[in-house]
């Protein structure tokens, strides 16, 4: 059974179409990102499968139990770390984690969320006021509020937006930690290079569709190789590798150009090609396609 | 029941934090009123025989603080979530529309409690208050309670700006406690105006509660009993069936 089973979800706000019949499976203990552009239907996506919104059609199921019917359930196994910085500014950090702990029906929980604070670096300000705390800190107790109930299901939105390099890392490494140990985990990002090392696999949603749905590797191995970049000192590029070449238009010393190879294997013929040509090399970089690359392939088509 | 009662203490918690403002402000208002009113009226106006018009005054804004400020705790408390977001630490757990009704209306009926019986111990002093029927005292009071925290339940989930939730305080609830006979009875009204008075349910809420003290009333008590408890039967249908289809919560 899916961690999380969503059959062609709609969603319309006025004339805009957020979701169009969207479908997915996540499985239990994948890390799985969902990425896209703003306004492609990633939090409205979350939202649904955290009841925070209805869709107009479609289901949504968490282990088997319906966001909406088995609301009770499917809400207990989800914890969810939304993209705004909200916060109650009445109580304290401590306080606001023992309230969630007891929306969701527990008592005596101080041992779990002193445990969470600690992986977060909170315990410093367990009982400081939420409003004192800086953006950082606020949503590290965001994290912490989504986790006081160890829900099988973890859903991060954007948690990493406009956060300092410090708790990225210590973020990552408590959720990468939460994966290991069997929870599914759910993340949508705008930095690519932070989904490219953590997700397993990636859902890429565009104008509320599903345009790709591949593990990681596989999606960036399927949509465009590597490229070696080269500039000139002298010399021309030979014909035998111009079909090789990224960008139209003649190739000139001095210019950098891009040129296509699958392989590390390819890289010593063309080297040896150039030397016969009498060309020689100025500058030379090898660069890996990464999920960015795949990204703007995809997205591409937009305007 | 742990979540409801997580819930329940929270928004309890929410007023006491600012107590000054929720609980002494308005107890420091009834008790103006109590001393403008009843200075400038006491030698005029005897509204039942044999009871000052200070004594008339002490339940009446008693009932008025308990009223008002129940509407008060539950709107304010769920606009204020919405407009800051924090609502979703409520939305996302597990929590039935009978829990966010519960422990709502049960906070706002704590505070307005808590305020009436402030108002209550300050003005007793006085006036010369007689206790016919205490229990009815105690039952339109938790009702009237009960009913003004469901409207400020439904008030918040309607309203999307304060200044809408200010409009339903301002021109709603406010004129409609003010005109149910806080400050005069009916009876003294011309017959137009007290058959506006009769249509009502505020009207109803304080002339039972005033009966449990004096012994006297516009109308039976009992029937303004029926009258109240079908409004509040009313409006707590209303609000848990907006909670249950995440009205205005759950986009």
């Known amino acids: ?303 | 029941m742990i979540g409801f009662q997580t819930l329940l203490y929270k928004e309890v918690l929410r007023f006491w934090k600012v107590a000054t403002q929720t609980l002494m402000a308005p107890i420091v208002t009834a008790m103006l009123y109590l001393l403008i009113f009843g200075h400038v009226l006491e030698a005029h106006v005897q509204v039942f025989p044999g009871v000052s018009y200070t004594g008339f005054l002490v339940p009446g804004l008693v009932m008025m603080s308990v009223l008002q400020n129940a509407f008060a705790n539950s709107s304010s408390s769920l606009i204020q979530s919405k407009i800051t977001g924090n609502l979703v630490f409520v939305l996302l757990p597990p929590l039935s529309h009978w829990e966010l009704f519960g422990a709502y209306v049960l906070a706002s009926m704590v505070r307005g409690i808590a305020v009436g019986a402030g108002v209550f111990l300050i003005t007793v002093w006085f006036a010369k208050l007689s206790f016919v029927a205490p229990l009815w005292i105690v039952l339109f009071a938790l009702l009237g309670a009960a009913i003004l925290g469901t409207m400020g339940l439904i008030a918040g989930i309607w309203a999307e700006k304060f200044d809408q939730l200010a409009a339903f305080q301002n021109f709603l609830i406010v004129p409609a406690t003010f005109l149910a006979g806080v400050f005069y009875s009916v009876h003294s009204l011309p017959p137009f105006w007290q058959a506006v008075s009769h249509a009502n349910p505020f009207f109803y809420m304080i002339d039972g509660f005033r009966y449990g003290f004096f012994g006297h009333s516009d109308v039976p008590p009992v029937f303004s009993f029926g009258i109240v408890s079908v409004f509040f039967i009313v409006l707590a249908a209303i609000a848990v069936r907006l909670l249950k289809s995440g009205y205005k919560l759950r986009h």
């Open chain 1, 1 to 303: 059974m899916p961690a999380i089973q969503i059959s062609t979800v709609s969603k319309r706000y006025g004339s805009l179409q957020a979701l169009g019949g969207v479908s997915l499976a996540i499985d239990e203990g994948e890390f799985f990102g969902l990425l896209g552009p703003n306004g492609a239907g990633k939090t409205t996506l979350i939202s649904i499968i955290a009841g925070l919104s209805r869709a107009d059609s479609g289901t949504v199921s968490i282990h088997g139990h319906d966001v909406v019917t088995g609301y009770r359930k499917a809400r207990s196994l989800l914890g969810v770390v939304p993209q705004e910085l909200v916060f109650d500014p009445f109580f304290t950090v401590r306080e606001t984690l023992r309230m969630q702990s007891g929306y969701f029906g527990l008592k005596n929980n101080d041992g779990w969320i002193d445990e969470v604070m600690h992986h977060l670096d909170l315990t410093s300000k367990a009982d400081s006021n939420m409003r004192s705390l800086s953006g950082g800190m606020k949503r590290r107790v965001l994290v912490a509020q989504a986790l006081v109930h160890k829900p099988p299901v973890i859903m991060l939105d954007e948690p990493t937006a406009g956060v300092d390099v410090e708790l990225r890392q210590t973020l990552w490494q408590f959720i990468a930690r939460l994966n290991r140990e069997g929870h599914t985990v759910v993340l949508t990002t705008h930095y690519l290079e932070e989904a490219q090392a953590l997700c397993n696999r990636v859902a890429m949603l565009k104008a509320g569709q599903v345009v790709a749905l591949d593990s990681t590797a596989s999606l960036i191995k399927r949509i465009s190789g590597s490229q070696l970049v080269l500039r000139l000192a002298s010399g021309t590029l030979p014909d035998n590798l111009r079909h090789l070449v990224t960008q139209p238009g003649d190739v000139v010393a001095g210019q950098l150009t891009t040129l296509r190879v699958n392989d590390y294997a390819e890289v010593e013929p063309i080297l040896a090609s150039l030397r016969q040509a009498g060309a020689v090399i100025e500058d030379l970089q090898l660069h890996q396609a990464d999920l960015e690359d795949v990204f703007i392939q995809i997205m591409g088509g937009e305007k």
